[in-house]
Structure formats: structure tokens, C-alpha cells
């Protein structure tokens, strides 16, 4: 697929990070929800490995799009995130290693990477927007 004004590896990047910092997000409420469960163990979605992943693959076999009636391939389609248990932590007498604190400091951390993602996600539409005028 030909890089476009709206659709290239800067904006294809940006929804896969969008994508993965979701995850990672609702991995952490899991976490917190719970955090009293005995036996559970807390996890975190990586989507960094994902995201060069996506870069370093051989485009040879990339899909495009041969006619205008087509739909436009969605290069995100096959972006898998890996859920892992959270490395560290310390194991609770419940076998639960759930530390509310690690995760209060997480959500704070995937709030403000969101929020830069998106952010740079407007300037691009804002220098666009300036380019039209």
C-alpha cells in the first residue's frame, strides 16, 4: 500500500501503539479489580516488540490494493499483543503479586504515553490542515 497524506508508517504507527496502550490499560484495571483475588497474578500487555516488529518484517508479500472498488488493506489487521504476567512483585501469603502501587504508577505512565501518541496524532492533522489552506 502507497503512503498517502492520511495513511502512513508514522499514522500506521501511531494506531498500533494506540491500540497496544488500550490494552495495556484494560490489563491494569484487570490487575487492580483483582487485587484481593488469591492466586492471581498480574499481567501486562506488550505491544512494543509488536510495533518493531511490524517495521523489521519483509513487505515483500504486502497486500494493495489493485482496484479503487476494494477495500484499502489494513496493515494493523495481523498486530498481536502478547499478555505475559508482570515480571517482579512480591508474592502475598494468597500467592497473589498484585502491588497496587506498581500499578497506580503504570495507569499514570500509559495515561501520559496515550496521551503524547494522540497529540502528535493532532499536529500531523494540524500541519495538514495548515498545508490546505
Not at 497496544?20 to 505491544?47: C, W
Not at 504476567?85 to 497496587?100: H, K
Not at 495507569?107 to 496524532?121: D, N, P, R, S
Request: net charge negative; aromatic share 4%.
Amino acid at each position: 500500500m502507497a503512503d498517502s497524506l492520511f495513511v502512513d508508517n508514522a499514522s500506521r504507527a501511531a494506531k498500533v501503539a494506540l491500540d497496544g496502550l488500550s490494552l495495556r490499560q484494560q490489563a491494569i484495571s484487570r490487575n487492580l479489580a483483582n487485587a484481593d483475588t488469591p492466586g492471581y497474578k498480574a499481567q501486562t500487555v506488550n505491544f512494543e516488540d509488536t510495533l518493531k516488529n511490524m517495521f523489521n518484517r519483509d513487505d515483500s508479500l504486502r497486500l494493495t490494493q489493485t482496484n479503487s472498488a476494494h477495500l484499502e488493506p489494513n496493515t494493523t489487521q495481523n498486530a498481536s499483543f502478547s499478555l505475559t504476567s508482570r515480571p517482579g512483585g512480591s508474592m502475598r501469603a494468597d500467592e497473589n503479586n498484585v502491588d497496587v502501587d506498581i500499578e497506580m504508577a503504570d495507569m499514570a505512565e500509559v495515561g501520559i504515553q496515550y496521551q503524547a501518541v494522540t497529540q502528535l496524532i493532532s499536529k500531523k492533522l494540524l500541519l495538514l490542515k495548515t498545508l490546505a489552506r
